[in-house]
Nanobody
């Protein structure tokens, strides 16, 4: 059974930083694409960042470029999202996801087979 567990969310003020973590278990994800998504109330789920199997290639949503950094530690089956200079519009539930069918950067949510339960990030102005 595949399991993804996010942690690190919380309530912060604009300009603060948070680091989200995603712990994967049940399978070895060393060769799989991974990504971070978010969903705000009343909005569709959107990709925030994605990373290929070895961390050498990444993708970022335009609005988070230069503020967020995605990374992974395959030895620990972990993925991270460092979020700096947070803005109120970053408020959402953040989800990590795995696409076991690709080792590349994957942007489409429909390509991901495994999802975590989500962690709430709230940024106050």
């Amino acid at each position: 059974q595949v399991r993804l567990v996010e942690s690190g969310g919380g309530l912060v003020q604009a300009g603060d930083s948070l680091r989200l973590s995603c712990a994967a278990s049940g399978r070895t994800f060393v060769s799989f694409a991974m990504g971070w998504f978010r969903q705000a109330p009343g909005k569709e789920r959107e990709i925030v960042a994605a990373i290929n199997w070895d961390g050498g290639k990444t993708y970022y949503l335009d609005s988070v470029k230069d503020r967020f950094t995605i990374s992974r530690d395959n030895a620990k089956n972990m993925m991270y999202l460092q979020m700096n200079s947070l803005k109120p519009e970053d408020t959402a539930v953040y989800y990590c996801a795995v696409d076991p069918d690709s080792d590349r950067v994957v942007r489409l949510a429909t390509a991901y087979d495994y999802w975590g339960q989500g962690t709430q990030v709230t940024v106050s102005s």
